[in-house]
C-alpha cells in the first residue's frame, strides 16, 4: 500500500511523518509525503502522524490518498480524503519605556516609549495607551503616529515584521499624585505573548 500526501500550499514545511506500523514515508517537494506502508491486514488501520509548518497565512489543503496497491480496491471511492487548515496572522508586540531614574518637584520627565513587532507577520491597527497619571502634567510629545494627551491613546496603524515605532513623552512633575507610569499595545492580529504587551 503506498499513500501520497499532498500540501495544497507550497509555503509549507514539512517537519516529520511517521507511519504507526514502523514503515517509513518520504519526504519531497511542493510539499509531497510519499508514504510505503507494506501490507495492511483486512480490518487493520494505519495511521501517518504529518507534522508541518506554515510559513504564510491563508488555508491550507491536505490532499491523502491511496496511490498504489496490489489487490483490487473494491470501493475506489473513498480511497483519497482531504483536510483543510486556516492559518492566521500572529505577532508579537513588545513594549519598552525608559524614562528619568530620578526627578525633582516640578522638574521636566522625558519618557521614551518603544513599540517593536518581533512577527512573524505584518501587524496592523496598532494602537497603544500611555495615559500620564496625576502625578504629571502634559508638556509636548513627538514620535511615530498621534498621541492623544488627554485620553493617553496612541494611534500608530500598521507596524511591519521588524518594524518599530517610538514616542517621546515630555511632562512636569506635580507636587503629589500618582507618578506610576504605564505604556501598552494592542494590534488586530492575535499575539500569544502578550506579557510584554505593556512596560512601567
Given amino acids: 500500500v503506498t499513500l501520497t500526501d499532498t500540501f495544497s500550499n507550497a509555503a509549507t514545511t514539512v517537519l516529520s511523518a511517521t507511519p504507526d506500523n514502523g514503515e517509513t514515508c518520504d519526504i519531497t517537494g511542493d510539499p509531497v509525503i510519499t508514504c510505503a506502508l507494506g501490507t495492511i491486514a483486512a ?13 504564510a ?4 489543503d491536505n490532499l491523502a490518498e491511496i496511490t498504489a496497491v496490489n489487490e483490487t480496491d473494491s470501493d475506489p471511492t473513498n480511497d483519497s480524503d482531504t483536510a483543510s487548515t486556516t492559518v492566521t496572522p500572529v505577532i ?15 522638574g521636566t520627565v ?7 513587532n518581533n512577527g512573524p507577520s505584518d501587524a496592523t ?15 509636548s510629545y513627538t514620535g511615530d503616529g498621534t498621541y ?7 494611534t500608530i496603524g500598521a507596524l511591519p ?6 514616542l ?9 499624585g500618582d507618578y506610576l507610569n504605564t505604556a501598552s499595545v494592542s494590534g488586530d492580529q492575535d499575539d500569544p505573548n502578550g506579557g510584554d504587551d505593556s512596560d512601567d
Avoid at 480490518?43 to 510559513?55: F, G, L, Q, Y
Wanted: net charge negative; hydrophobic share 40%; glycine share 8%.
Fill in 148 to 154: 492623544d494627551e488627554v485620553s493617553g491613546d496612541w
Fill in 161 to 166: 515584521n521588524g518594524s518599530s515605532a517610538s
Fill in 92 to 106: 508579537d508586540l513588545e513594549v519598552v519605556k525608559t524614562g528619568d531614574a530620578t526627578v525633582a518637584i516640578n
Fill in 168 to 176: 517621546n513623552i515630555t511632562a512636569t512633575v506635580n507636587a503629589s
Fill in 110 to 116: 522625558t519618557y521614551d516609549v518603544a513599540i517593536t
Fill in 43 to 55: 480490518t487493520d488501520t494505519v495511521t501517518v502522524t504529518i507534522t508541518a509548518s506554515a510559513d
Fill in 125 to 139: 491597527g496598532v494602537t497603544a495607551n500611555d495615559q500620564l497619571p496625576s502625578g504629571y502634567s502634559f508638556v
Fill in 57 to 60: 497565512v491563508g488555508t491550507i
